[in-house]
């Protein structure tokens, strides 16, 4: 026998028993996300690998050392996407539709990164996204944010995330500063790691986000970004505070969180949580007021957010609320006798017309009652819907509650659709 072939490290099948958990999860986001008149788009899998470099930053993890980049047969330099934002800003660009105009897009699928695979950080992992473009006043900040928080709430998460916010200022105020922080920076350089003493001179702002405590420790009394803000960039992000506060939406405010992506400026923000170790960011946005035009657009402004579908799904496995839409089948036809089997499924297929969204499985192959009930059990099917000779020549239903103590009954035939319609 020859050696079974295995998926790539850190890229995962998503098993029967897990879909119904990504499909509950998967269509929450949508239902959200269309409750504030995002559409949705749709972008390759694969882009330039230079639309990354500019929108990214050459100096960032993802450019440096994450992106599956390849050649193409012809030699073009292709790159599978390791983030949805830069494609989604590509693509209004080239289709016109940030120009000049407001756009609220939503988007979701599967990103690359070669990281190391551990628990919620994979190879391919999954990332739902919304961006807004054309607005740069701080209402559509507190909107997005608030978008954000219903999710938590719809999925019956909202106690186990926090937000933490910052603002990350203009460019020219990030430039000021940036002066300063590397000043600070060279003076304490006995005191940093490796990684940082090189973000240091590249991306010096990155250290400030380093996950070394001693790092963290050394830069206690370091210079404040907000220090530098003109009345602007205050104002602004005194509006997104006021508003969220306005919506009860608590947040704390982290003056270390700059994100890992060099295309942000003014609010940023990060969902965080407990309950996943150290890979506790569930989602992480901000605005971008000058992507479009690094892009080649015309000046626009953005902001957007992305979340990992992976760490949801492995929070609402954790506290249990994955269990309850494991089953992929409501009720399970149990027939019995050959003459019995065409005449049973032809009255399934009457009640799939009546009941269009019943999950609805017919034995097949056969087999004694035994047999039968205990594939109707193993289903997870709530019912089993015995039908044999009787049943027929009655017009009847024999039905059996499966999970719970409510006694075996009978049922015409006629009451079959409402009691489908009514398993919910
Ligand atoms: P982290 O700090 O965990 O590396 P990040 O800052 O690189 O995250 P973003 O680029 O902001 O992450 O992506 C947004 C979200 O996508 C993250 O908050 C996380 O939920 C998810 N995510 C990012 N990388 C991975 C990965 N390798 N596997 C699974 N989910 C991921
Ligand atoms: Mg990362």
Redesign the pocket.
């Known amino acids: 026998m020859s050696k079974a072939i295995q998926a790539i490290r850190g890229m995962n099948d998503c098993l029967p028993t897990e879909t119904g958990i990504w499909q509950m999860v998967e269509a929450t986001l949508r239902r959200v996300a269309s409750n504030y008149g995002f559409g949705e788009i749709r972008m390759p899998i694969v882009e330039p690998t230079a639309l990354f470099k500019r929108s990214i930053g050459e100096v960032t993890d993802i450019v440096e050392k994450e992106m599956y980049t390849f050649d193409d047969r012809n030699g073009d330099s292709l790159t599978l996407r390791p983030?949805g934002t830069a494609s989604c800003v590509r693509a209004g660009i080239q289709h016109g539709l940030l120009y000049n105009q407001e756009q609220r897009l939503w988007y979701m699928g599967p990103m690359f990164?070669h990281?190391r695979p551990q628990k919620?950080?994979?190879r391919q992992?999954h990332?739902f996204g919304l961006e807004a473009f054309g607005i740069a006043t701080p209402d559509i900040d507190a909107e997005i944010i608030m978008l954000s928080a219903r999710l938590w709430r719809e999925l019956g998460i909202n106690e186990f995330v926090t937000l933490e916010l910052n603002s990350l200022g203009s460019n020219e105020e990030r430039a000021a500063y940036r002066d300063a922080l590397v000043e600070f920076l060279t003076a304490k350089a006995d005191l940093l790691d490796e990684d940082s003493k090189r973000r240091m001179h590249t991306n010096p702002l990155r250290v400030l986000d380093s996950k070394n405590p001693d790092v963290q420790a050394a830069l206690a009394d370091a210079p404040k970004l907000a220090d530098y803000f003109a009345e602007e960039s205050r104002a602004h992000f005194a509006s997104v505070c006021q508003r969220l506060d306005a919506a009860g939406i608590k947040y704390v405010i982290n003056d270390r969180l700059v994100r890992?992506?060099d295309y942000y400026n003014r609010t940023v923000f990060e969902w965080v949580t407990s309950s996943l170790g150290a890979?506790g960011?569930?989602?992480?946005g901000g605005r971008y007021d000058g992507l479009v035009a690094q892009l080649g657009g015309k000046a626009t402004p953005g902001i957007g957010f992305?979340?990992?579908i992976?760490?949801l799904v492995l929070m609402l496995t954790s506290l249990h609320k994955a269990e309850q839409i494991r089953a992929q089948v409501d009720a399970y036809v149990i027939m019995l006798g050959s003459d019995v089997e065409i005449i049973a499924n032809n009255l399934a297929e009457q009640w799939r017309d009546l009941v269009p969204d019943i999950r609805l499985q017919c034995h097949c192959g056969g087999g004694n009652m035994k047999k039968q009930m205990k594939r109707a059990d193993k289903s997870g099917a709530k019912i089993a819907l015995i039908l044999g000779e009787d049943e027929i020549a009655q017009q009847t239903v024999t039905v059996k509650y499966l999970r719970g103590q409510q006694e075996q009954e009978s049922l015409p035939l006629a009451q079959v659709p409402s009691l489908l319609s009514n398993l919910g």
Do not use: H, I, N, S
């Open positions: 983030e990164r990281e919620g950080r994979y992992f990332q890992g992506l890979q960011t569930v989602c992480a992305a979340l990992g992976e760490r």
